[in-house]
């Protein structure tokens, strides 16, 4: 998702329109990767103005990942807009500061790396399969959506008693 800002840095035009569909197998964020499930849809453009070259776009896409409760895979659908500065590496932060400024090398932007970037603070904090998902026993590790399993019977009667009546129980087994 490679944009040349040639045509912009040589002054040809003002504004790049962004408006495409690409078909990206995995995106990586937060040390992980994620298969994607649809292309990324990409809307918007590159501007110049006094400041520099400004990005603003709206990104639309949907990738897998596991719910949090269950771990069964999710589709999770993505839609958000990433507004910043183009900036090299050797940026001055103090005159960006009230923006979001994105590094590249001056020639081209990558949106995917701008993607890469940005996607963790655009997600719900949560990913579930539904929000009345059950979850895995933590006894024995079944599905409880799909199955149900004899943990709680066995818990009730050993471990969620509180230690102090365990000591108590001991006493009349004895009796
Ligand atoms: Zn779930
Ligand atoms: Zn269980």
Known sequence: MIISLDKLNRRETDKIDLNFSQKIDTIN??????????????????????????????????????????????????NYDIQGFLVKEDYDEDSFEDYDAFICNGQEVNLLDVIE????????????????????????GANLNKEECSCDEIANDEEIIDPRFAKLKDLFKND
């Open 117 to 140: 970037q940005t996607i963790d603070f655009n997600l719900t904090a949560q990913v579930l399969c539904d929000e009345d998902c059950q979850g895995l026993c933590q006894g024995c």
């Open 29 to 78: 964020y937060c040390d992980s990767t994620y298969k994607l499930t649809s292309p990324i849809n990409v809307e918007g453009k590159i501007s110049r103005n006094n400041k520099g070259l400004y990005l603003d776009i709206n990104v639309d896409f949907t990738f897998l990942d596991n719910c949090s409760r269950c771990l069964d895979e999710v589709e999770v659908p993505v």
